[in-house]
């Protein structure tokens, strides 16, 4: 069993930066992703990257944020910039051994590892 801990969420302006974290307690080698989600709509993937350090974002991401893992540490990062106040949700980190489904496809059904959750609110 894997555990995922996010960290870092909070509140920024429009045009601003965050940076979460998420502390998994097993081998990095997995795919993993943020998800968010937003009151009242389906969680959605926004960033993913494989155990060979591809990555791959939702076209309203694209060029704000950035995905990144560090093996030896076991962690798994999303820095965002150019924040707006769409961006606001609940952050999710998932994993899973591998994901065969594209970004903007992928589900809830498609990790079998998540975390609690970290808010960001941009405004």
């Known amino acids: 069993h894997v555990q995922l801990v996010e960290s870092g969420g909070g509140s920024a302006q429009a045009g601003g930066s965050l940076n979460l974290s998420c502390s998994a307690s097993?081998?990095?080698?997995?795919?993993m992703a943020w998800f968010r989600q937003a009151p009242g709509e389906e969680r959605e993937g926004v960033a993913a990257?494989?155990?060979?350090?591809?990555?791959s974002y939702v076209d309203s991401v694209k060029g704000r944020f950035t995905i990144s893992k560090d093996n030896a540490k076991n962690t798994l990062y999303l820095q965002m910039s150019s924040l707006k106040p769409e961006d606001t949700g609940m952050y999710y980190c998932?994993?899973?051994?591998?994901?065969?489904?594209?970004?903007?496809?992928?589900?809830?059904?498609?990790?079998?590892?998540w975390g609690q959750g970290t808010q960001v609110t941009v405004s």
């Open positions: 097993a081998d990095a080698l997995m795919y």
């Open positions: 990257i494989d155990s060979d350090g591809s990555t």
């Open positions: 998932a994993a899973d051994r591998d994901c065969y489904v594209a970004i903007a496809k992928m589900t809830r059904a498609d990790f079998e590892y």
